[in-house]
């Protein structure tokens, strides 16, 4: 963990960049490897073909990003990466944002860790010996 899941409007696919916000999106998590095990980041992007957004009367946009993470990190540590996080998505998107309606969109999801199950071999690779 964490899990980081990108919803956009395929009206935007050609200027959004999305691989390089996913690596833009990761390394705010790795930088943060105290709090958010490097081997557990994941993120992905869903190009959403099928949406309305407000009236449907014009071509507007939207980025959604959903980060889920496990519990048991404090307030202020989640506060401060989801700030980052966001301003970072805010940044990558000013251009686009600037020329046409946008709407972006972060929301934290944390969960007990009673809910999930993991099998993941990835994180020996980042274990100090």
Do not use: W
């Amino acid at each position: 963990m964490p899990h980081i899941i990108i919803e956009y409007t395929d009206n935007i696919k050609s200027e959004a960049d999305i691989s390089n916000l996913l690596k833009k999106i990761n390394h705010v998590f790795t930088t943060r490897s105290h709090l958010f095990p490097i081997g557990g980041v994941r993120s992905r992007a869903i190009e959403l073909h099928d949406y309305c957004v407000a009236d449907g009367t014009q071509d507007d946009a939207f980025v959604h990003v959903t980060v889920k993470i496990g519990a048991g990190r404090s307030v202020e540590d989640k506060k401060e990466t989801c700030d980052t996080l966001f301003e970072v998505i805010k940044d990558h998107f000013f251009d686009l944002y600037t020329k046409r309606y946008l709407a972006l969109s972060l929301e934290l999801v944390e969960f007990s860790e009673a809910g999930t199950y993991k099998h993941n071999n990835i994180h020996k690779r980042f274990k100090k010996s």
